[in-house]
C-alpha cells in the first residue's frame, strides 16, 4: 500500500529554521510528484510546495517563496522541505502527499499523517 510519512516537525521561535522529511513506501518512487500542505486551525488548507517526478520543477505558495526549499533523493525514497525564516503564521500541520503522476498538480491522491509545526513569535 502507499504510505508516505511525514516527520522532522517542532516548536521553534520565529526566524528560525526546520527541516521536513517525507519517508515513502508502496509505490514507484522515482515516477511521482510528491509535495506537501498545510492546515491551520481556523484556515483553509494551502499547498505549500512540490516538486516533479523528475525534480526539474518545482512550486511554491507565495507565502513560502524565497524562504521554503524543496529536494527529494529517489535513492532513500524521500522528501525534505527546509523550511528558513519561519514566522508565526507558518504554525499548521503539515502533511507530504502525491498527486499520483508524475508533474505536480493542485491536488493529492495520498498522504499520510501530518507533523506539526509551531512557530512562536
Known amino acids: 500500500e502507499v504510505q508516505l510519512q511525514a516527520s522532522g516537525g517542532g516548536l521553534v521561535q520565529a526566524g528560525g529554521s526546520l527541516r521536513l522529511s517525507c519517508v515513502t513506501s508502496g509505490f514507484t518512487f522515482d515516477d511521482y510528484a510528491i509535495g506537501w500542505f498545510r492546515q491551520a486551525p481556523g484556515k483553509e488548507r494551502e499547498d505549500v510546495s512540490c516538486?516533479?517526478?523528475?525534480?526539474?520543477?518545482?512550486t511554491y505558495a507565495g507565502s513560502v517563496q524565497g524562504r521554503f526549499t524543496i529536494s527529494r533523493d529517489n535513492a532513500k525514497k524521500t522528501v525534505t522541505l527546509q523550511m528558513r525564516f519561519l514566522k508565526p503564521e507558518d504554525t499548521a500541520v503539515y502533511y507530504c502527499?502525491?498527486?499520483?503522476?508524475?508533474?505536480?498538480?493542485?491536488?493529492?491522491?495520498?498522504w499520510g499523517l501530518g507533523t506539526q509545526v509551531t512557530v512562536s513569535s
Open positions: 502527499g502525491s498527486p499520483g503522476r508524475q508533474l505536480c498538480r493542485g491536488e493529492y491522491d495520498y
Open positions: 516538486i516533479s517526478a523528475s525534480g526539474l520543477t518545482s
